[in-house]
């Protein structure tokens, strides 16, 4: 089982791919530029990378940091 800290990494990283700066936890998705399209789009990748399966919980995150306790739980 991964713990919290590899999922962040790997979740920062890959943002930081996608909006072309490395995003701290308390950053909220808006500020670096995920919108609802932009999220439609990260939903659907998160779900192959992690191979997980992503609710309509996600709707409700707003942050980085949310972003990656999400996904750390789901692939838990």
Do not use: C, W
């Not at 700066?21 to 998705?29: G, N, R």
Request: hydrophobic share 40%; aromatic share 6%; charged share 30%.
């Amino acid at each position: 089982m991964e713990n919290i800290e590899e999922t962040q990494v790997q979740v920062i990283d890959y943002l930081a791919k996608i909006v072309g700066s490395k995003p701290h936890l308390d950053d909220s998705l808006a500020m670096i530029g995920i919108d609802s399209v932009a999220m439609a789009e990260l939903t659907f990748d998160l779900e192959k990378r992690f191979s997980i399966k992503i609710d309509d919980e996600i709707l409700d995150v707003q942050t980085v940091g949310q972003l990656v306790q999400y996904l750390h739980e789901r692939k838990s």
